[in-house]
Every structure is written in C-alpha cells, then in structure tokens.
C-alpha cells in the first residue's frame, strides 16, 4: 500500500501495476532480497502494455547469503459466521482453508533461488433461494444451500544468476491448477 501510494494515481481503472524482475502478478519478495524499486520511471516507454504512471518495478538481487522463508495459515469455519439470513433450517456447511510459503536461498555466490507454494481450499455455498409447488400444487418458499467446493494450488520456482554487477539472468516457472464443483 505505500509503495502504491508512492507511485501515484494510475492510468486505467484497475490501479498501479507491480512488476517484479519484468513480470506482473507475482508475489512481492522479502525485503532483504529487494535490490532496487523503481516508481514511474517512464511512464510511456514502448515496453509496456500500457501507460506507466503508477508503476512500480521491483529488482531483486541475486545470491543471498541465507537462506530465508516463511509460512502461513487462515482458517475459517461456519461456526465463526453469522446466519445466512436467506436459508431457512439448517445452514449449510462452510470452511475455507489457505496455507503456504516461501524459501529463498543461496546456491552459491552468484546464483540463489525462491520456491513459492500456496494451497487454498474454500467449501463455499451457492443458495438456491424459490418458490415450489407441493404435493397438494400449492406455492411454498423453499431455500438451500448447495456444496460448491473450490481446489487452488500454486507453486512458483525461480533461479537467478549473477553475470555481472548489472545484470541478472532470471529463469521462472509458474504452475497453477484450480478446480471447482457443482
């Protein structure tokens, strides 16, 4: 949020663009890997997909000299929501479950790598919410709610390389698989 601040308003309606090491939509790194961020540097260089006020571009260094990481976890749970107003009876069930984390290290002087894992699974709720006919055809209200489970994992590698003091030779890998029922 600050380094969006930072940078400013920015063209379109979706805000700043974060850019790490040249790529969007990755995770931000810790900040003992960061070597460099840049705010608007050039807001209408040809490079980009689109204007560059509210840009920020994020350069990591390669070759840490320890190695690093972190894990976390959310848990939520119906007992810990309120009623759903919409469904009448029993409520249906509801847990949502994120876990993950990240290593980054040394392989040797010029050469570190960062491994990124995230698991999420969410047992969300689609409310059928109608009018029926019953046995005897007349109109009664009836609601339910119906089991739509939501698998997420993702697991992110990359290697960097030092081949001088101004240049980094990056290699990425992104793997993301998402399923979902009902």
Same mark, same amino acid.
């Given at each position: 949020?600050?380094?969006?601040?930072?940078?400013?308003?920015?063209?379109?309606?979706?805000?700043?663009?974060?850019?790490?090491?040249?790529?969007?939509?990755?995770?931000?790194?810790?900040?003992?890997?960061?070597?460099?961020?840049?705010?608007?540097?050039?807001?209408?260089?040809?490079?980009?997909?689109?204007?560059?006020?509210?840009?920020?571009?994020?350069?990591?260094?390669?070759?840490?000299?320890?190695?690093?990481?972190?894990?976390?976890?959310?848990?939520?749970?119906?007992?810990?929501?309120?009623?759903? $107003? #919409?469904?009448? =009876?029993?409520?249906? %069930?509801?847990?949502?479950?994120?876990?993950?984390?990240?290593?980054?290290? +040394? !392989? &040797?002087?010029?050469?570190?790598?960062?491994?990124?894992?995230?698991?999420?699974?969410?047992?969300?709720?689609?409310?059928?919410?109608?009018?029926?006919?019953?046995?005897?055809?007349?109109?009664? $209200? #009836?609601?339910? =709610?119906?089991?739509? %489970?939501?698998?997420?994992?993702?697991?992110?590698?990359?290697?960097?390389? +030092? !081949? &001088?003091?101004?240049?980094?030779?990056?290699?990425?890998?992104?793997?993301?698989?998402?399923?979902?029922?009902?």
């Amino acid at each position: 949020a600050d380094l969006q601040a930072l940078a400013g308003a920015a063209a379109g309606p979706n805000g700043g663009q974060i850019f790490i090491d040249g790529f969007s939509g990755g995770q931000l790194p810790p900040k003992s890997s960061i070597r460099e961020i840049r705010i608007n540097s050039n807001p209408f260089a040809a490079e980009y997909d689109r204007l560059g006020f509210g840009r920020i571009e994020i350069l990591t260094k390669p070759g840490t000299d320890k190695l690093h990481g972190q894990a976390f976890l959310n848990f939520g749970d119906k007992v810990f929501n309120s009623r759903n $107003p #919409f469904v009448v =009876g029993d409520q249906p %069930p509801f847990q949502s479950e994120l876990f993950g984390g990240n290593v980054s290290g +040394a !392989i &040797n002087k010029k050469t570190s790598f960062f491994l990124d894992v995230q698991r999420r699974s969410i047992d969300e709720n689609a409310l059928v919410v109608a009018h029926i006919l019953d046995s005897n055809f007349n109109v009664v $209200p #009836f609601s339910s =709610g119906i089991v739509t %489970p939501i698998r997420d994992i993702t697991v992110s590698p990359r290697i960097d390389y +030092a !081949i &001088n003091a101004n240049n980094t030779l990056t290699g990425r890998y992104s793997f993301s698989d998402r399923s979902s029922g009902n």
